[in-house]
Structures are given as structure tokens and as C-alpha cells.
């Protein structure tokens, strides 16, 4: 399935997501799920398969809190063992090697000033994203929600001393790698340039070794981070990830097992965690 197919296939699956996170605690039936959609139950079906590969109800047994906390109890051993392993080791996403790499202190202070970002918006299999670069690596990668104009502004306002070029040529291949990496041949590596401070590159170099499938509380982050008490600083540089997805931000949740937060919607978080979680007990078998 291509990423076009994909990101359209989201966008009409996220209704029904959203019905989903507002009628969960009842468990509605698949068709009053299709009529959410405004698609038939034979449709719906047909395009929920087509879009993540397996079929809705098992989809959303991973969507359950009783799953989210089944996950949050297994995460800490799986954690540990992810740290001690290194950045290779399996179930990361997409056993992608990624390194990152802090804009210099004279860098951050000047918002860019002199730098030429190049940028691209693209489908994914989560609707429309935005993906940056410098020649030093990708800087920011965020999904669509009010528009292009949009997200090119907000990229601009990060970056306000830069020089922004279109250049979707230029990001097409990165998407394909970060979304369809199966589909590019041996995976190569990404190079993340990250602009926060020390505190919130350490979280998010954390973020990424946390394998796709799994899920961890702030709480515990903070507690791998050697710091238990900074929960709430912890929450703020996981809010502030620049690079979506990649750094996969969509992995940590409430302590109760709610998945709510998310900076792009809690509907894309749902669909990202399932998602993952559904490949991860395919790959299993």
C-alpha cells in the first residue's frame, strides 16, 4: 500500500477513532463504528484491514486501557533490557539507527540564523506530515492538523532567522525511509539535529530506545533517566519533541494506562499505538 493510500485511508479511519475515544467505555458495535465512519460495515472493514493490516475488533483490543496497562506492567523489564542492549537492539523502530545530534549553544541562541531548512509535507500511513532538514539532518518532523500554511508557520516561528525553501524532491526519500522502510532496502541511518537543553535531549535520546509495541509512564521514563522527581520536566520535553514519530513521543503515557496527550491529537496517538502494537504480535508469532 502506498503512503498516498495510506494517509487517505487515515483520514476516514480517524473518525471512527474518535468515536471510538468517545463511546469507549460502552464497547460499540462494529456497525454503529462503520456509521461513525459514513461507511458501510462491509466498507469499513474492507478500508480498516486495507489501512493496518488486521481486522478492526482485534485493531482495537490494542486501543484498551487493560492493554495499555498490561504493556505499562511489562515495559520496565523490557526497558531495562532495551537500555542495557544499546540502540541496535530489536523491536526499535524499524530497527533504524538513529543519532542525534544538539545544535551548538551559539546555534540555539541564534534560531537559525544563516541556516537553510529544506522542507517537504507528504502522506504517511497517519495522515499528512511535515518533514525538515538542515545538511546536518532532520530537524523537525510533525503531522498536519489545521493545514500546510499552518505547519509551514509554526516551522518558521522555530526557526524565525532561517531560510525556509520548499524542496519536496529533496524529503521524499526520508519519508519513504522513516514510513516504508522495508520498502527502501537495507535501512540507513537518520541524523537528527535537536535543538533543547540538556535535560530534554536526554529524555528524547531515551524516547527513542523504548521498542515499537511497548509503552512506558512518565514516572518510569523519569526513574530511567536517574531522576524519579522530574516527572513533570520529563512531560515537558516529551511535549516538546520536534521530531515526531521518530522520536516516538506516542509511546509514553499515563501511569493509569490513558493515552490522551498527544500534541497532534489523541485520536493519530491511538492509531499510532495500535498500529505498533498489532505489527509487533504479527512479527511474534
Known sequence: MSLVQAADDYYRIEKALQFLENNFGRQPELKEIADAACLSEYHFQRLFSRWVGISPKRFLQFLTKEYAKQLLRESRNLLDATFDSGLSSPGRLHDLFVTCEAVTP??????????????????????????????RGICNLMFLTEGRASAVSWLQRQWNRATLQEDERGTASLVRQIFEPAANGKPLPLHLVLRGTNFQIKVWEALIQIPAGAVVSYEDLAGMLG??????????????????????????IRKMGLAHEYRW?????????????????QSAK
Do not use: D, Q
Open 227 to 252: 531522576n524519579p522527581g522530574a516527572v513533570r520536566a520529563v512531560a515537558n520535553a516529551v511535549a516538546h519533541n520536534p521530531v515526531s514519530y521518530i522520536i516516538p513521543c506516542h509511546r509514553v
Open 265 to 281: 491529537g489523541s485520536a493519530r496517538k491511538k492509531a499510532i499505538l495500535g498500529w505498533e502494537a498489532a505489527r509487533a504480535m
Open 106 to 135: 551559539g546555534e540555539f541562541k541564534s534560531r537559525g540564523e544563516g541556516l537553510v531548512i529544506r522542507y517537504g509535507i507528504h502522506p504517511s500511513p497517519f495522515g499528512e506530515c511535515l518533514l525538515a532538514k538542515t545538511e
